[in-house]
Structures are given as C-alpha cells and as structure tokens.
C-alpha cells in the first residue's frame, strides 16, 4: 500500500507542475502536440483505473460493489455500472481453474490501454457488437473487432460510427435477425428525471408483439374523443369529437394513461410490500388546501397538486396528508414484527425512500427498517422506530456491520462499520430537497396531525 501510494503521491506532484506550465510560452503549433500528449496520459490513467476496477470485490459491511464504487468515487450509480462493464470487456479474465483468457475485446484492449480510445469509441465498438445478430460466424466478429480497434485508433468517434454502420450492414445485409436478437434491444427507460415543469421522457424499445398490442389499443382508446381529460368518456358525442384538438401523440398518451389507470388497485394483482399495488401520494394540508405545490409519490415523482386531486376522483389511491410546518407520521405502535399497512403508508410519506446517505431507491422499491433496534433484539414496531431501505442497504445492517438510529428530529443516521472511513454514514436528503434550503433541525412539535 505503501509503494502504490507513493506513487500517486508523485502523479499528484506532476500533475500540479503540469498545470503550473503556462501554455502561452510553448509556440501555437506546439500547443496541440503537448494537448495530445495529455490526452494519452489522462487515456491510459482512466484504463489504469478502469484495470483496478476490475479487481473490486465485496467485504464486509461493504453494499454492492456499483454502489460502494459510486459513493466512493462520487459518481452515478449508471457511471458506475458502466466502468464496470467496459472493466469486464478490457481487462484480461481467468478460467475457474485459474487459466489466464484474453478480454473480451482483446484489439480494443490493447489500443485502450495504449492511450488511443477514448470513452466514446469504446462507446461505438460496444453498440457495434451489441447490435450485432447472433448468426454472424465468430471468425468474421474477431476480424471486425480487429478493424474497428485498428480503425479506431486513427479516426474520431464520429467517423468511426459511420465505418462501424457501413461494417454492420456488410456482415449482415439482408437485415436477418432473430427472436433472440430482438428480444435483446427491447426496454423501457426514463431518461433522466423530471423537467423543471413536471414533465418525463422515455425510451420505448417495443418488441412487435408489444407493438402489436398498443397498436389495438390505441386504434380504439387513442381516436378523437376518447380519453380526453376535459371530456372523458368511452362514448365521445359527435360534438366531443369535433372539439378534440389534440395532436395524434397526445392521444395516444392519455390512452395509455387510462390503460395503467385502469389496472392499479385491482384486487387480481395482489400486493407490492403488503399495500395494493397503486399509487401512494403525500402531501400537506396547507398544500392542499391552496390548491398549489406538489406531492410526492413513493415512487419519487413530483405531483402537482392539481393532478393530485384529478387523480383523486379515481379509486384505489392511498393518500397521506402531513402538517406542512411540523408534521410527523402518526404514531402506529404494534406488537408484532411486521410492520401494518398503515405505518407502510405513513413510511412512504416520511422517508419518501431509503434513508441510507446516496440511496435514490424511492418507496416503492424499499422495504420497512427497524431504525433503533431490530425487532431480533427487543425492538419494537412502533412507527417512530421505523423507516425504510432497499433490500440491499437493509442487508448491510443483518450482516454488514453497519448500524442505524433515529434522531430527535425523526430522521435516520446511518453509521458504517468502524475502520472504514471510505463507507459514506450520515442521514439521506436525497428524497428531501426541502431540507437543502432548511436549517431548521428542531424536532417535528406533538400537536402535528395527520391523516
């Protein structure tokens, strides 16, 4: 450890006499070359540390490595993954018996750890054999993957993308690809978080049974008239139908509204972590009763309260109102282990989602946490006692090491095993961006109410 920090120590020295350079007395024309030659350096610093990632395991009272490797490094958990993944395609592997195999791309390896790639070529070689159907011979894959890396290490990220698709088209020109190759690109994401005016974007990779479905149902859902907001009804009049003036794609999005709407609640479906499977939204009496500001759900989206109140003409909502001043969550105590519906809902309303510090699993992908002591231990199902985690931070306190209390103030503090300062402790404000502009630490007062 010693020698590894030794060495660092002195990248950090030539790295602050670098900067220290003033670039204005090297000649114009030598300016570029000395941007190309750091260009290389930082390239082969991020395979270095790409190589260490590599190494990575768990030990214990460590979470998930992608998430230990975010907090620590203090980039996203999709950054994360995604060093993770180029870490396993790039570096060299080894058989269960301990016999050394090549990485994965082993040209595009070679060329990344020279200094040559950056991110983004690496990013068009992956889409490359990503996109890439399964009955293309494996000696004609080895060649491409020689090409692209061959090709790679003397042209841009756009040029490469245009010689990556003129390959794909080469290796597979009738465009034949399998139910496998199909079934391998299809997914829903949403593209980052909620715009500043509510809205969401996301990504729809259909396969054509989806498509085929969503067609039918929009033939029928989606037409003027139907499932219109100002007008809703399943048999729009003659008049409704004139007056709809909304666009093809608006239509189609309140169809699928009412779709989803449609199903939440239903008895059929059973339950998500013992409450029905629906929404869960909090907000606060003032809020409400100004008809402004937002809810949150247990998934983490903000609700304007006007939609909050359209949607709560619909049935099958949970609905938990807080003081917006001081409000706390009723107290719920219980004799059992198990935590009831109602101290679920209140949860959700005050913790919004895990409480563990970096944690963005909201509600609904997080389960109840004896806080103070673990109901093993003597501890008691009484709601300030309680809060919740995800599955996997939960872990970290049964087997982990890590330790949680509440505070007077009724939020969660997470402690992390002694001797592992790296391991990130404290209170979560990721589900409270209220509490960014709050100082006010002072506990919620008695006389709060809720509902």
């Not at 034949?176 to 005016?197: H, M, P, Y």
């Not at 619909?314 to 003081?323: C, G, I, N, R, V």
């Not at 101290?343 to 103070?372: E, F, N, W």
Request: hydrophobic share 40%; aromatic share 6%; proline share 8%.
């Amino acid at each position: 450890m010693s020698s590894i920090d030794g060495l660092l120590d002195a990248l950090d020295d030539v790295v602050a006499s670098i900067a220290a350079v003033d670039l204005e007395t090297v000649p114009p024309a030598e300016r570029f070359a000395v941007l190309e030659r750091l260009e290389t350096a930082r390239r082969r610093q991020v395979a270095v540390a790409h190589a260490g990632v590599a190494k990575l395991e768990r030990f214990e009272g460590c979470p998930p490595v992608g998430i230990a490797l975010a907090d620590v490094l203090r980039v996203s958990p999709r950054e994360a993954k995604r060093r993770m993944r180029d870490a396993a395609q790039l570096t060299p592997r080894t058989t269960l018996t301990g016999e050394p195999l090549a990485p994965v791309l082993p040209e595009t390896s070679e060329a990344w750890h020279s200094g040559q790639l950056d991110g983004e070529h690496l990013r068009v070689i992956q889409k490359f054999f990503r996109d890439l159907p399964d009955h293309v011979p494996p000696a004609e894959v080895d060649k491409a993957e020689h090409s692209l890396a061959e090709k790679a290490a003397v042209l841009r990220p756009d040029q490469l993308e245009r010689v990556a698709h003129r390959l794909a088209l080469h290796l597979n020109p009738d465009g034949t690809f399998s139910d496998e190759d199909r079934a391998r690109k299809r997914g829903f994401v949403w593209i980052g978080g909620q715009q500043v005016d509510g809205m969401s974007v996301g990504r729809l990779i259909a396969d054509p049974e989806l498509r085929a479905e969503l067609d039918a149902w929009f033939a029928k859902f989606a037409a003027p008239g139907m499932c219109n907001p100002e007008n809703p009804t399943l048999t729009p009049t003659d008049e409704a139908v004139e007056r709809d003036l909304r666009s093809y794609g608006q239509r189609q999005h309140d169809a699928l509204k009412a779709l989803v709407r449609g199903q939440l609640g239903d008895p059929k479906f059973g339950q998500h972590n013992g409450l029905p499977v629906t929404v869960i939204a909090t907000a606060t009496v003032q809020d409400l009763q100004n008809k402004a500001g937002h809810a949150v759900t247990a998934g983490g989206t903000l609700l304007p309260i006007p939609d909050l109140i359209r949607m709560a003409a619909h049935a099958f909502h949970y609905l938990a109102l807080f003081d917006g001043v001081n409000g706390r969550a009723l107290w719920l105590g219980r004799t059992k282990r198990i935590a009831s519906a109602d101290q679920r809902i209140m949860l959700h309303g005050k913790d919004r989602g895990c409480t563990r510090p970096g944690c963005d699993a909201p509600g609904y992908h997080s389960g109840v946490h004896h806080a103070a002591k673990d109901w093993k231990y003597g501890g008691n199902t009484d709601i300030e006692d309680l809060t919740l985690a995800c599955p996997p931070d939960n872990q970290l306190v049964e087997t982990g090491g890590w330790a949680t209390r509440q505070l007077p103030n009724g939020q969660t503090e997470w402690i992390p095993p002694p001797g592992l300062p790296m391991l990130r402790g404290g209170v979560n404000d990721y589900h409270h961006p209220e509490r960014l502009l709050d100082n006010d630490s002072d506990p919620p007062a008695d006389d709060a109410g809720a509902a």
